[in-house]
């Protein structure tokens, strides 16, 4: 039977049902596991054991909302009659690529998705489709509704014609991952609706406006986010990688294994991987 891991900060997989026994790796929040059989509130699967406490099963509403790195997609639609959910339908022939803007720590897509539902965002009204974080995606709306993302009006074609995706830019969050999510999204997107690359396009397109403005203020940057969502350069399988990933989760240096084998080796990566051993050595 298959889960869906709700730990926030991933879940420990272990080589035996308990916590005495030595961790292996893990999974990350939101992925979908196949338990093989269990035992004392322990799940075997095929890559050790896991606390069952931190599953849920898959029910027929999650089905298809997994991307092809395993991530599944929070539904959290906002409720029909609100401000910002003007309705009316979209053919979804693009998808528009957006940066929260909100570098305060703690701005995931978690406090994005309670924000689309409070009443700042009503008033505005502001509305989006997905949140994409370095560890989940938050659905807020139909892709076949329109949203008040574009700033182009009601009938504007962003807002009309497009879906809207928002990268979290959050101060302590991995922006690198947050990317590489947003990728696998519009992978599935893209699969889904039959939208070509070529109409995956920034925010600034439709009313000039400098967004997603991290991603076009560093050079080549939009290039390879298309490299991603086109799948070149996202990770393939990779044994010794695989291994040395796990490795350093055993050893509590990473969390989230799961994340750090599917990320895009950028110079940024290693940095924040040199940053994690430094502080092992460390002691901090």
Known sequence: MRYIVTAQSGLNIRTGPGTNYDKTGGYSYGAVVAVEATRNGWGQTDRGWVSMDYLRPVEAADEGLVTDTGLRIIQDILPSGAKNRPGGSNPDTYITIHETGNFAKGADAAAH??????????????????????????????????????????SGPGNASSIGIEICVDAGGNFEQAKANAAALVRLLMA?????????????????????????????????????????????????????????????????????????????????????????????
């Not at 509305?127 to 700033?151: C, F, K, M, N």
């Not at 796990?246 to 509590?252: K, N, Q």
């Open 113 to 154: 998705a309670a924000y689309l539902r409070g009443s700042s965002a009503q008033a505005a009204p502001v509305s989006w489709h997905y949140t994409v974080d370095d560890h989940s995606i938050y659905q807020h709306l139909p892709d076949d509704e329109r949203a008040y993302h574009a700033g182009d009006g009601g």
């Open 192 to 284: 889904r609706h039959g939208i070509q690359l070529d109409h995956v396009v920034q925010h600034n397109r439709w009313t000039g406006k400098d967004c997603p403005k991290t991603i076009r203020a560093t050079a080549g940057a939009w290039e390879a986010f298309l490299a991603l969502c086109g799948g070149q350069g996202s990770q393939g399988s990779d044994p010794e990688l695989e291994a040395a990933v796990d490795a350093l989760a055993g050893a509590e240096i990473i969390n989230s294994p799961a994340r750090w084998k599917a990320l895009d080796y950028t110079a940024n990566t290693v940095r924040l991987l040199l940053i994690k051993m430094g502080k092992y050595v460390q002691g901090d």
